[in-house]
């Protein structure tokens, strides 16, 4: 499946959004005047309401929110994952915790947002444990 980035009735802002993310770069933005940061992307501030938005990239770390483990058939993939993450900014998406067990991901755990290239999703933004090694085997 494609990211519906020729979809000419999306909202400006997702459409840059996923425009971006197509290269590889996640975005999310930043009002200058309040300077709140903002995820979903949007046309105007919620916080302020002014449409002073500009797009910045965030550091990609942050810490769980909320997590919880949605079961699967092992056939279909197993167990996986489903948190809110807070990145640092202070904006919070949902997303899934990979490279351990989904009931090892706890509330308050260091993360660090990963683009996954997959079949399905071309570009899939996850999250893996801050500590982990950026190559090789996570040893526990
Ligand atoms: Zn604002």
């Known amino acids: 499946m494609n990211l519906p980035t020729d979809n000419p009735h ?7 959004y996923l425009d971006q993310l197509n290269l590889g770069h996640f975005l999310i ?10 995820f979903y992307p949007r046309r105007f501030c ?8 500009e797009w910045i ?6 810490v769980v929110y ?9 056939e279909a993939g197993g167990d996986y994952d489903v948190s809110i993450v807070e ?3 202070g904006v919070r ?11 090892a991901v ?18 899939k933004v996850v999250f893996i444990a801050a500590d982990t090694p950026p190559t090789g085997e996570h040893h526990a």
């Not at 909320?66 to 092992?74: D, L, Q």
């Not at 260091?110 to 071309?122: F, N």
């Open 10 to 16: 999306l909202e400006p802002s997702v459409q840059t």
């Open 29 to 38: 933005q930043h009002c200058t005047s309040c300077k709140a940061h903002l």
């Open 46 to 53: 919620i916080h302020c309401t002014e449409d002073s938005l």
């Open 57 to 62: 990239k965030p550091k990609g770390t942050g």
């Open 66 to 74: 909320s997590t919880t483990t949605v079961r699967r058939k092992p």
């Open 87 to 89: 990145l640092d900014e």
């Open 93 to 103: 998406l949902m997303s899934t915790v990979q490279g351990m067990a989904p009931e």
């Open 106 to 123: 706890k509330i308050g755990m260091r993360v660090r947002l990963q683009i996954l290239k997959t079949e399905s999703h071309p570009h």
